[in-house]
T-cell receptor, first 110, second 114 residues
Framework: GENVEQHPSTLSVQEGDSAVIKCTYSDSASNYFPWYKQELGKRPQLIIDIRSNVGEKKDQRIAVTLNKTAKHFSLHITETQPEDSAVYFCAASDDYKLSFGAGTTVTVRA | DVKVTQSSRYLVKRTGEKVFLECVQDMDHENMFWYRQDPGLGLRLIYFSYDVKMKEKGDIPEGYSVSREKKERFSLILESASTNQTSMYLC?????????????FGEGSRLTVL
Protein backbone atom coordinates (compact mmCIF):
# COMPACT_ATOMS: atom_id res chain seq x y z
CA GLY A 1 0.00 0.00 0.00
CA GLU A 2 0.84 3.67 -0.12
CA ASN A 3 3.32 5.04 2.43
CA VAL A 4 3.38 8.79 2.96
CA GLU A 5 6.20 10.36 4.98
CA GLN A 6 5.95 13.93 6.22
CA HIS A 7 8.62 16.28 7.57
CA PRO A 8 9.14 18.05 9.86
CA SER A 9 6.88 16.82 12.65
CA THR A 10 6.95 20.25 14.31
CA LEU A 11 7.67 23.68 12.88
CA SER A 12 7.92 26.99 14.69
CA VAL A 13 8.07 30.18 12.63
CA GLN A 14 8.01 33.90 13.32
CA GLU A 15 4.88 35.68 12.19
CA GLY A 16 5.41 36.95 8.67
CA ASP A 17 7.98 34.30 7.77
CA SER A 18 7.38 31.37 5.42
CA ALA A 19 6.71 27.75 6.36
CA VAL A 20 7.49 24.71 4.24
CA ILE A 21 6.31 21.15 4.83
CA LYS A 22 7.57 18.27 2.72
CA CYS A 23 6.07 14.88 1.95
CA THR A 24 7.19 11.83 0.02
CA TYR A 25 5.06 8.95 -1.22
CA SER A 26 5.86 5.44 -2.35
CA ASP A 27 3.18 4.38 -4.84
CA SER A 28 3.80 5.67 -8.36
CA ALA A 29 0.09 5.11 -9.11
CA SER A 30 -0.90 7.92 -6.73
CA ASN A 31 -2.35 10.83 -8.66
CA TYR A 32 -4.05 13.09 -6.16
CA PHE A 33 -2.31 15.00 -3.35
CA PRO A 34 -4.42 17.05 -0.92
CA TRP A 35 -3.41 18.97 2.18
CA TYR A 36 -5.62 19.18 5.28
CA LYS A 37 -5.45 21.60 8.18
CA GLN A 38 -6.66 20.66 11.64
CA GLU A 39 -7.02 23.38 14.23
CA LEU A 40 -6.97 22.41 17.88
CA GLY A 41 -10.11 20.52 18.81
CA LYS A 42 -11.58 20.71 15.33
CA ARG A 43 -11.99 18.41 12.37
CA PRO A 44 -9.49 18.32 9.47
CA GLN A 45 -10.42 20.51 6.53
CA LEU A 46 -9.07 20.58 2.99
CA ILE A 47 -6.99 23.67 2.25
CA ILE A 48 -5.47 22.88 -1.14
CA ASP A 49 -4.93 19.93 -3.45
CA ILE A 50 -3.01 19.09 -6.59
CA ARG A 51 -3.39 16.42 -9.23
CA SER A 52 -0.61 14.58 -10.97
CA ASN A 53 -0.88 16.46 -14.25
CA VAL A 54 0.00 19.75 -12.53
CA GLY A 55 3.36 20.79 -11.08
CA GLU A 56 2.30 23.72 -8.93
CA LYS A 57 -0.88 25.30 -7.59
CA LYS A 58 -1.35 28.47 -5.61
CA ASP A 59 -4.21 29.88 -3.56
CA GLN A 60 -3.47 33.24 -1.94
CA ARG A 61 -0.76 32.61 0.69
CA ILE A 62 -0.55 28.86 0.24
CA ALA A 63 1.00 26.89 -2.61
CA VAL A 64 1.71 23.28 -3.32
CA THR A 65 4.39 21.84 -5.59
CA LEU A 66 4.61 18.30 -6.94
CA ASN A 67 7.58 16.40 -8.35
CA LYS A 68 6.23 13.10 -9.67
CA THR A 69 9.62 11.85 -10.76
CA ALA A 70 11.03 12.18 -7.26
CA LYS A 71 7.67 11.30 -5.64
CA HIS A 72 7.57 14.28 -3.37
CA PHE A 73 5.31 17.26 -2.83
CA SER A 74 5.45 20.29 -0.58
CA LEU A 75 3.22 22.87 1.05
CA HIS A 76 4.41 26.47 1.20
CA ILE A 77 2.77 29.07 3.43
CA THR A 78 3.96 32.65 2.97
CA GLU A 79 3.51 35.63 5.31
CA THR A 80 2.41 33.36 8.15
CA GLN A 81 -0.21 34.62 10.58
CA PRO A 82 -1.28 33.38 14.05
CA GLU A 83 -4.35 31.69 12.53
CA ASP A 84 -2.00 29.46 10.52
CA SER A 85 -1.08 27.66 13.75
CA ALA A 86 -2.49 24.14 13.36
CA VAL A 87 -1.61 20.58 12.43
CA TYR A 88 -1.17 20.06 8.69
CA PHE A 89 -1.54 16.67 7.00
CA CYS A 90 -0.44 15.74 3.52
CA ALA A 91 -2.06 12.80 1.74
CA ALA A 92 -1.80 10.74 -1.43
CA SER A 93 -4.46 8.82 -3.31
CA ASP A 94 -4.55 6.27 -6.12
CA ASP A 95 -8.23 6.87 -7.02
CA TYR A 96 -9.52 4.54 -4.33
CA LYS A 97 -8.24 5.49 -0.93
CA LEU A 98 -6.45 8.36 0.69
CA SER A 99 -3.33 7.71 2.81
CA PHE A 100 -2.18 10.45 5.18
CA GLY A 101 1.19 11.53 6.50
CA ALA A 102 1.82 11.74 10.26
CA GLY A 103 1.20 15.48 10.41
CA THR A 104 3.19 18.66 11.09
CA THR A 105 2.37 20.90 14.04
CA VAL A 106 2.95 24.48 12.95
CA THR A 107 3.27 27.21 15.57
CA VAL A 108 3.38 30.83 14.45
CA ARG A 109 5.11 33.04 17.03
CA ALA A 110 3.84 36.61 17.37
CA ASP B 1 -22.95 22.72 4.07
CA VAL B 2 -22.07 19.08 4.22
CA LYS B 3 -22.77 17.63 7.60
CA VAL B 4 -21.12 14.50 8.90
CA THR B 5 -22.40 13.57 12.33
CA GLN B 6 -20.81 11.07 14.66
CA SER B 7 -23.17 9.80 17.33
CA SER B 8 -20.82 9.95 20.32
CA ARG B 9 -18.10 12.50 21.04
CA TYR B 10 -16.71 10.65 24.05
CA LEU B 11 -17.02 7.01 25.06
CA VAL B 12 -15.49 4.98 27.86
CA LYS B 13 -15.68 1.20 27.51
CA ARG B 14 -14.18 -1.81 29.23
CA THR B 15 -11.89 -4.38 27.65
CA GLY B 16 -13.89 -7.03 25.83
CA GLU B 17 -17.00 -4.91 25.32
CA LYS B 18 -18.58 -4.56 21.88
CA VAL B 19 -18.48 -0.97 20.68
CA PHE B 20 -20.55 0.71 17.95
CA LEU B 21 -19.54 4.03 16.45
CA GLU B 22 -22.17 5.56 14.20
CA CYS B 23 -21.70 8.07 11.42
CA VAL B 24 -24.37 9.78 9.32
CA GLN B 25 -23.88 12.16 6.38
CA ASP B 26 -26.56 14.30 4.79
CA MET B 27 -25.11 15.03 1.34
CA ASP B 28 -25.90 11.78 -0.47
CA HIS B 29 -22.20 10.96 -0.80
CA GLU B 30 -21.33 7.54 -2.17
CA ASN B 31 -18.02 7.24 -0.33
CA MET B 32 -17.58 6.93 3.42
CA PHE B 33 -14.44 6.29 5.46
CA TRP B 34 -13.35 5.49 9.00
CA TYR B 35 -9.96 6.72 10.20
CA ARG B 36 -8.28 6.60 13.57
CA GLN B 37 -6.06 9.47 14.66
CA ASP B 38 -3.16 8.97 17.06
CA PRO B 39 -0.42 11.49 17.96
CA GLY B 40 2.61 11.06 15.74
CA LEU B 41 0.84 8.58 13.46
CA GLY B 42 -1.54 10.86 11.60
CA LEU B 43 -4.80 9.51 10.24
CA ARG B 44 -4.84 5.82 9.43
CA LEU B 45 -7.58 4.30 7.29
CA ILE B 46 -9.51 1.46 8.92
CA TYR B 47 -12.28 0.72 6.40
CA PHE B 48 -14.03 2.47 3.57
CA SER B 49 -17.16 1.98 1.50
CA TYR B 50 -18.12 3.11 -2.00
CA ASP B 51 -21.70 1.90 -1.96
CA VAL B 52 -24.42 0.45 0.22
CA LYS B 53 -23.50 -2.97 1.58
CA MET B 54 -20.02 -2.61 0.13
CA LYS B 55 -16.85 -2.39 2.23
CA GLU B 56 -13.12 -2.43 1.66
CA LYS B 57 -10.29 -2.88 4.14
CA GLY B 58 -8.02 0.04 4.73
CA ASP B 59 -4.52 -0.04 6.18
CA ILE B 60 -5.39 -1.18 9.73
CA PRO B 61 -8.61 -3.25 9.66
CA GLU B 62 -7.61 -5.79 12.31
CA GLY B 63 -9.99 -5.79 15.26
CA TYR B 64 -12.64 -3.75 13.43
CA SER B 65 -15.62 -4.38 11.20
CA VAL B 66 -18.08 -2.05 9.47
CA SER B 67 -21.65 -1.97 8.30
CA ARG B 68 -23.30 0.12 5.61
CA GLU B 69 -26.97 -0.81 5.32
CA LYS B 70 -28.05 2.63 4.13
CA LYS B 71 -26.23 5.13 1.95
CA GLU B 72 -26.12 7.83 4.60
CA ARG B 73 -24.95 5.66 7.49
CA PHE B 74 -21.59 3.96 8.07
CA SER B 75 -20.95 2.16 11.33
CA LEU B 76 -17.66 1.05 12.85
CA ILE B 77 -17.76 -1.96 15.14
CA LEU B 78 -15.19 -3.11 17.64
CA GLU B 79 -16.20 -6.71 18.34
CA SER B 80 -14.11 -6.97 21.51
CA ALA B 81 -12.53 -3.69 22.54
CA SER B 82 -8.89 -3.69 23.67
CA THR B 83 -6.81 -1.00 25.33
CA ASN B 84 -4.77 -0.45 22.15
CA GLN B 85 -7.95 0.71 20.45
CA THR B 86 -8.07 3.77 22.67
CA SER B 87 -7.99 6.55 20.10
CA MET B 88 -9.81 9.32 18.27
CA TYR B 89 -12.02 7.93 15.51
CA LEU B 90 -12.92 10.12 12.56
CA CYS B 91 -15.60 9.39 10.02
CA UNK B 92 -15.55 11.09 6.62
CA UNK B 93 -17.57 11.16 3.44
CA UNK B 94 -16.84 12.32 -0.09
CA UNK B 95 -18.55 12.53 -3.44
CA UNK B 96 -17.15 10.38 -6.25
CA UNK B 97 -14.69 9.61 -7.61
CA UNK B 98 -13.29 7.40 -4.89
CA UNK B 99 -10.38 8.80 -2.96
CA UNK B 100 -9.79 11.84 -5.13
CA UNK B 101 -12.54 14.07 -3.87
CA UNK B 102 -12.60 16.31 -0.83
CA UNK B 103 -13.17 14.45 2.41
CA UNK B 104 -15.69 15.96 4.82
CA PHE B 105 -14.94 14.86 8.36
CA GLY B 106 -17.12 14.43 11.39
CA GLU B 107 -16.10 15.94 14.74
CA GLY B 108 -14.62 12.68 15.93
CA SER B 109 -15.36 10.13 18.63
CA ARG B 110 -12.79 9.82 21.39
CA LEU B 111 -12.85 6.26 22.68
CA THR B 112 -11.14 5.19 25.89
CA VAL B 113 -10.90 1.46 26.60
CA LEU B 114 -10.11 0.60 30.21
Amino acid sequence: GENVEQHPSTLSVQEGDSAVIKCTYSDSASNYFPWYKQELGKRPQLIIDIRSNVGEKKDQRIAVTLNKTAKHFSLHITETQPEDSAVYFCAASDDYKLSFGAGTTVTVRA
Amino acid sequence: DVKVTQSSRYLVKRTGEKVFLECVQDMDHENMFWYRQDPGLGLRLIYFSYDVKMKEKGDIPEGYSVSREKKERFSLILESASTNQTSMYLCASSPPPGGTGELFFGEGSRLTVL
